[in-house]
């Protein structure tokens, strides 16, 4: 656990109520010069940082994590969970909708299907007794299925470019949070959603939900330019970006566990709207678009990054985008060929992998978690394999930084 502890205590004098909420938590002075300088930012109706307060006091906080840790581990939860509610309707599908005859909708070989999907088994002296469940479905066919599946994806690409630029004007805490906020509050009423729209309630809740998973990536790369010294950056950007992976593994395997033996595919969206939105109110207690801006980061601390970390901050005016060039540049075309191959493979087999088992393979709701869950475990401990292998590399000087890029970005 984080521990504060606030030195000192006032000795004349307090700030009313209202400053206290507009300038930050209740201070601490040693003395009356200490506090006469504050209420003199006060009255001049400035805004007071708590470095400044901090500062004129002379007094300091006792913590026993790095702050940079914090926002680390906190975004890894943040992309744990931004991946959780993109996935989780690839599985809840394959159990909202009305099963058809395979020959209908999909082509080629399939394996043989149970006679009966959900059951309830009941064991009554020697004689075990199969009940059928039924439950609410769709009769969506599958060009249905799979514009609701792609839904996500037009909000999301919509707010990347805007989503950086909103970051850069009011820094990354309050763009990430906000953000990731919205999704989740777009999760847990999906159900609402597709009780009263149907299809297209459905459609439209995934993409204001896409909206708001857009801004997440431009807010970190601007976080960690802000606070991760360069000699951490690969460090921090594989614990951060690594929970993308994390979600992707817990959220394909938790949905197949309570959708299991008849569970509701509501349950899903619920569980993980409500991780959302716990880990909302975390993110605004804890983190901070800057390190001058947080309240509880040490002095030290805070001296080490100002002196490391070669980012200004929020007001540094920027120089204006080279757009012409940026269109112009090869490399550039080339990078942007690369990962449109890389998504291509990558958010196909997000979004379509647990249809597969269950449509095609007829695996059951909760082996269908675990197998679709299966790929991104490996993909997560071949990272840090590979990560590993690559900096032994550049180190020994077997190869530069530009090749091994392209060496395993082609693997």
Known sequence: MIIYKWFAEFKR????????FRYGPPFTAVNNKNVDAVRRMIEA????????IRTSFGVGMVLIIPQRYVLGIMGLFALANSFTMRVCLSMTITQMVTHTAPSEHIL???CPVDDVSVTDVVSNGTETVINQIAREKYDWDEAT?????????????????????????????????IGLLCTSLGTLATPWAVKVGGATGLFIMRVIEGFGEGPVTPAFVLLLARWVPPAERSRFGAMIFGGAQVGNIAGPYLSGL???DGGDWAHVFYLFGFLGVVWFIFWVLLCYSTPNSHPFISDKERQFLNANVMASGLHRKLD????KAIFRSTPLWVLIMAAIGHDWGYFTMITDLPKYF??????????????????YMAMYVC?????????????????????GRKIYTTI
Request: one cysteine or more; a neutral charge; aromatic letters at 14%.
């Open 13 to 20: 004098g307090r700030v009313n109520l209202s400053d206290e």
């Open 45 to 52: 109706d400035r805004h007071v940082t708590y470095y400044e």
């Open 108 to 110: 080629g070989e399939t």
């Open 145 to 177: 299925q799979g514009f609701l599946l792609s839904a996500f994806y037009y909000g999301y690409v919509i707010t990347h470019l805007p989503g950086g630029l909103l970051a850069e004007k009011f820094g990354g805490k309050w763009t990430l949070g």
């Open 258 to 260: 309570i959708m299991a």
């Open 320 to 323: 204006p985008v080279p757009f």
């Open 358 to 375: 269950s449509d095609v393979l007829k695996f059951n709701i909760k082996d269908t978690g675990l197998m679709s869950a299966l790929p």
């Open 383 to 403: 990272s840090f394999v590979f990560a590993g292998l690559c900096d032994l590399c550049i180190k020994k000087k077997w190869h530069s930084i530009t090749t």
